[in-house]
């Protein structure tokens, strides 16, 4: 398989055009896009820039505002809910993000409701943004549409619910939990697609419920898997109560597939709170560094902490981001759509 090799701010300044083509403000156009490519750098390709055709189609579907911001709803004391107005996913969360950490910071924890969006994009993103504040961070995803088969089930039933906790550390990037509820998140079965791989064994079954790895079983009816069976799926649950009822998000769409019902709950807690917050990162970097200690397992190269795949993934991919020539045909499919002159596309150098 080929892959297209791109400069960073080359795939960012694309998505900026794009965004701002289908009637996106300038600033949203460049939240959007720098979010995207941050998770390609991160190495997290299954939320990056090849979910620039997903955007642009939902705001010709109306189901994104392109030129929509998110607002404050309410607020109490330690406690706030913020809208997304149904634009782009990314604003919204740094929004609800921001209201955390100010709300921690006066209160030494809090908790923000986020209602009416559309995908956050990487949801690490946001704890990682929290944790550079000096605040640990959780963010809970609920209500998303069902893709997913409940444990013991056969239907689909769940979305893939992710979750994401950050913690800062002395000297170094947070420590960073990211990840979905299901074996697999649904954009590694868009990115294992676009690159002609299978997927890992029990993460999927096809229409009729039996085992597969073909990207293709799972878009031909087929679902997600839960990861770690009964323990995955009861994560899922307690997610969707916490992101959605908790919320009160389910009041924002139509029927119980209505990806407009999804909320979020982001929780911070300013690392001060106990006590100072030196201390706390320091205490931090003894626990990251006791376990990367730990003499490796016969076949392992060395123990790694939460985030530092991100971490890695972002000195390896800084000269540039591959691309499937699947993923770049049908961003610049995309570009030509909405309008893009065909100067506008950065000039690729082919890989092997």
Not at 58 to 81: I, N, W
Not at 102 to 124: D, F, P, Q, S, T
Not at 198 to 203: A, F, K, T, V
Not at 232 to 255: H, P
């Amino acid at each position: 398989m080929q892959v297209l090799r791109f400069q960073p701010d080359a795939l960012r300044n694309l998505g900026e055009q794009i965004f701002a083509a289908v009637g996106a403000p300038d600033d949203i156009s460049r939240i959007v896009a720098t979010s995207l490519v941050a998770a390609n750098l991160a190495g997290h390709d299954s939320h990056g820039v090849l979910r620039i055709p997903q955007y642009v189609n939902q705001v010709r579907e109306k189901g994104l505002d392109p030129a929509a911001r998110p607002r404050v709803l309410s607020a109490r004391q330690a406690t706030a809910l913020v809208s997304g107005e149904l634009g782009f996913g990314q604003p919204a969360g740094l929004l609800a993000t921001d209201e955390a950490v100010r709300l921690a910071r006066e209160y030494g924890v809090a908790a923000v409701g986020l209602v009416r969006i559309n995908h956050l994009g990487r949801v690490g993103e946001y704890v990682e943004q929290a944790a550079a504040a000096g605040c640990a961070a959780m963010v809970w995803l609920g209500g998303l549409k069902a893709v997913a088969v409940p444990y013991g089930g056969s239907r689909r039933a769940l979305g893939t619910n992710p979750l994401a906790f950050g913690v800062p550390v002395l000297g170094e990037d947070p420590a960073v939990l990211d990840f979905a509820t299901t074996a697999v998140a649904a954009g590694k079965i868009m990115a294992a697609r676009a690159a002609k791989k299978p997927l890992p064994p029990g993460s999927i079954v096809d229409a009729h419920g039996q085992p597969a790895t073909d990207p293709e079983a799972f878009l031909n009816g087929g679902a997600l898997l839960p990861f770690g069976g009964h323990k995955g799926y009861a994560l899922a649950v307690l997610i969707e109560l916490l992101g959605q009822a908790l919320t009160g998000a389910e009041q924002y769409g139509g029927d119980a597939n209505d990806e407009r019902r999804s909320g979020a709950l982001f929780c911070a807690i300013d690392t001060a709170a106990f006590r100072p917050a030196g201390e706390t990162a320091a205490a931090a970097r003894r626990v990251v560094d006791r376990l990367r200690s730990n003499p490796p397992a016969q076949g392992v190269e060395r123990v790694r902490t939460p985030g530092e795949p991100e971490a890695q993934a972002r000195l390896a991919r800084a000269a540039g981001i591959d691309l499937p020539e699947e993923t770049w045909r049908s961003i610049t499919e995309t570009a030509a759509a909405a309008g893009c002159s065909p100067r506008d596309l950065p000039e690729p150098v082919a890989v092997t």
